[in-house]
């Protein structure tokens, strides 16, 4: 497990093994990734703007998420991605950051 921390007192994990994908219970494979809940518009709409997709990198079909985690261990934010696209509200985060 990788760590980067900022000079706000934040902590940024970054977990190359996925132990915590799987102690998060993140989902994983082939339909999850390219199934009805995967965002097709928004990847068309993001290539028509000029962004590149590039060779992937680590496991294809393995849906991320977003937790923050308090210093004594609370979880005090958790959102599991549904499909490719989806991802955690910036204004949930940032709230769930100025809770604690």
Known sequence: ???LEDDKGFALYLDSQLKS???FDLRRGIWS???PSASWLKLFKSV???TKIGLVQGDTWQQGGT???SPDHR???AYQNE???DHA???DIVAALSSN
Do not use: D, R, S
Request: glycine residues 20%.
């Open 1 to 3: 497990m990788g760590l």
């Open 21 to 23: 994908y799987q102690a």
């Open 33 to 35: 990734t390219l199934g």
């Open 48 to 50: 028509k703007e000029g």
């Open 67 to 69: 937790f923050v985690i």
């Open 75 to 77: 979880v005090l934010y």
């Open 83 to 85: 499909g490719t696209g």
């Open 89 to 91: 509200n910036p204004q």
